[in-house]
């Protein structure tokens, strides 16, 4: 099977070319900044789209001809500041994706949706696929995320290609350490302040679902296999309290209101001293509980990971920046976020990141 994943060199990309490879399948991976070095560039063949670009469509459709599938998983939350860029990136990456594998004859195309998609809950039951994917409307990624569903939804009406929607839980890869430090933690904060934290200022009523990197790719196999369609809620067992985070940084756990927390992240958002949108504090106290009943029964999968080890690992891997082989997941310098930030602004305005 003959398999094109843009976005191939990030956290979830790079771990399913893992995957499919050691499965022997022939991958082709798309990426802005493809790898120059290591295993990631001996496992496929790859590209250098910007799915951004006015000939996006035209440059993808020439990749994906003779494909089997296509896996989409390029999008973005920085640069927060930018919501122009992230509504081209997002929305527009995603329909230039659909009409190169229409335009190419790809008959499977798996896009990779969100948590995030769904409205906020009205109960607290775990909530199956069919529940309203309206986004959270504070936060342009769940609304972006809300959106590319209706793209989605119109393709499919045509009949053209097959679709599947991957809806995964929050996701931990202890290598994606180092990106998200870069994407989510203050630049003028060592990585020593993380592994030193004293206390952890939450809402007492968090709660989160976390899945493995490993098991969601697991899944993405499972449905490319199958030729799977529809949507596909994919999450660990369990769910992550304030209490377990707290634990793995070593840090007391202090109950800060969400409306107060959200107060002081919008606050050092406005002020550019972190670089995380406050809409995804709305997310957090928001989003329904999802039940993973269907890819249990359909598809055959069970994660091999609850949600507080894969909490774990990826706190473990921005404690110790952890990182691999690919421009998205190089190792985060100190020094070196400083001087980009001399250089070319924040990570969240920045475009090229």
């Known amino acids: 099977m003959r398999v094109v994943i843009l976005g191939a060199s990030g956290n979830v990309g790079s771990a399913l070319l893992d995957r499919l490879a050691a499965d022997g399948q022939d991958v082709v991976g798309v990426a802005r900044r493809p790898p120059t070095r290591g295993w990631a560039l001996r496992q496929a063949q790859w590209h250098a789209i910007d799915v951004t670009s006015a000939d996006a469509a035209r440059r993808l459709a020439t990749v994906m001809r003779g494909a089997d599938a296509v896996v989409h998983l390029v999008f973005g939350f920085q640069p927060s500041h930018d919501a122009a860029y992230l509504r081209r990136l997002d929305i527009g990456g995603t329909r230039a994706a659909l009409e190169a594998a229409v335009a190419a004859g790809v008959p499977h195309f798996v896009d990779f949706s969100s948590l995030g998609a769904y409205s906020p809950r009205a109960r607290e039951e775990p909530v199956d696929e069919s529940y309203p994917t309206g986004g959270i409307t504070t936060l342009p990624y769940s609304r972006h995320k809300a959106a590319v569903e209706r793209l989605l939804d119109d393709e499919e009406a045509r009949g053209r290609i097959a679709i599947a929607r991957m809806r995964p839980a929050l996701i931990g890869h202890r290598t994606s350490g180092s990106a998200l430090l870069r994407y989510t933690y203050p630049v003028w904060a060592p990585t020593l302040v993380l592994r030193h934290l004293p206390v952890l200022p939450l809402d007492r009523g968090f709660r989160a679902q976390f899945v493995h990197v490993e098991d969601l790719v697991d899944a993405v196999?499972?449905?490319?296999?199958?030729?799977?369609?529809?949507?596909?809620n994919?999450?660990?067992?369990?769910?992550?309290?304030?209490?377990?985070?707290?634990?793995?940084?070593?840090?007391?756990?202090?109950?800060?209101?969400?409306?107060?927390?959200?107060?002081?992240?919008?606050?050092?958002?406005?002020?550019?001293?972190?670089?995380?949108?406050?809409?995804?504090?709305?997310?957090?106290a928001a989003v329904?509980?999802?039940?993973?009943?269907?890819?249990?029964?359909?598809?055959?999968?069970?994660?091999?990971?609850?949600a507080t080890a894969a909490v774990t690992e990826a706190l473990d891997g921005m404690m110790n920046a952890a990182a691999a082989d690919t421009p998205a997941l190089r190792a985060r310098s100190w020094v070196g976020g400083l001087m980009d930030v001399v250089r070319r602004g924040p990570v969240s305005y920045?475009?090229?990141i």
């Open 221 to 232: 196999a499972r449905v490319l296999e199958q030729r799977a369609t529809g949507a596909f």
């Open 288 to 306: 329904p509980r999802m039940s993973t009943d269907r890819a249990r029964r359909e598809l055959g999968w069970s994660p091999r990971f609850d």
């Open 234 to 284: 994919i999450a660990g067992d369990g769910e992550v309290r304030r209490a377990d985070i707290a634990a793995v940084l070593g840090a007391r756990p202090v109950h800060l209101p969400w409306r107060w927390l959200r107060a002081l992240a919008a606050a050092t958002w406005t002020l550019r001293l972190q670089p995380v949108d406050p809409g995804w504090l709305d997310l957090a």
């Open 350 to 352: 920045r475009r090229l």
